[in-house]
């Protein structure tokens, strides 16, 4: 079956550290994988996205690399804010019943920034 | 581009009765939509697909006759909570899929049954 699996937190870092959160996946066929972002009360947003092998997903300063031979798709960031403070998902996506697109997500992150 | 709507974004309601959430796609069409709920500090877990014109196809283990599902137009899904009880208090967030393997979320519904 499909299944991720991420670090699990929390992880606390203070503003301008780097953030390396870690996810594996284990998949049928060659999903395409993502990183998505909650902030506290609101629904989630699409971070970054890779749809193949060595694909690199970056946006607002975070990459991921899409490994398949180590399975990965490691979330990284060099100098995270405080705005950053947030639960981090890593998901991949396996199509379903031959027409849909469904996502699996991990289990989440929830890293926090202090000033 | 891209942007979901929920609404109401909470509701509290007396356990027995009824309540519909909306999920709307504002600026693209969706064909499908997809329908998850949140545990506190938890991931989200899929309930159901939504597809425009046809029933929606529930993952095992959700009851269909608690949860109805409409997919009436390309831009709207419903999600109605049939006699709600407190164990179905959560936070219900909408998708809707834009191109082939897109997925775009909305803000959520944080539903407490009383």
């Known amino acids: 079956g499909n299944s991720v699996t991420q670090m699990e937190g929390p992880v606390t870092l203070s503003e301008e550290a780097f953030l390396t959160i870690n996810c594996t996946y284990t998949?049928?066929?060659?999903?395409?994988l993502f990183w998505y972002v909650q902030y506290p009360g609101e629904g989630l947003q699409l971070l970054l996205k890779a749809t193949k092998a060595d694909d690199k997903g970056s946006n607002k300063g975070f990459e991921a690399t899409y490994r398949k031979e180590t399975t990965s798709f490691h979330l990284e960031k060099g100098s995270v804010q405080v705005s950053d403070s947030a639960v981090y998902f890593c998901?991949?996506?396996?199509?379903?019943?031959?027409?849909?697109?469904?996502?699996?997500f991990g289990k989440g992150t929830l890293l926090t920034v202090n000033p | 581009g891209a942007v979901v709507s929920q609404h109401p974004s909470w509701v509290i309601c007396k356990s027995g009765t009824s309540v519909k959430i909306e999920c709307r796609s504002l600026d693209f069409q969706a064909t499908t939509m997809f329908w998850y709920r949140q545990f506190p500090k938890q991931s989200l877990m899929l309930m159901a697909t939504?597809?425009?014109?046809?029933?929606?196809?529930?993952e095992q283990g959700v009851e269909k006759d608690k949860f109805l599902i409409n997919h009436a137009s390309l831009t709207l899904s419903t999600l109605t909570v049939t006699s709600a009880h407190p164990e179905d208090s959560s936070f219900y967030i909408c998708?809707?899929?834009?191109?082939?393997?897109?997925?775009?979320f909305g803000p959520g519904t944080r539903l407490t049954v009383t």
């Open positions: 998949a049928t066929g060659y999903p395409s």
């Open positions: 998708s809707a899929n834009r191109g082939r393997n897109e997925q775009y």
């Open positions: 998901a991949l996506s396996y199509l379903s019943g031959g027409s849909n697109y469904k996502l699996t």
């Open positions: 939504s597809n425009e014109g046809s029933k929606a196809t529930y």
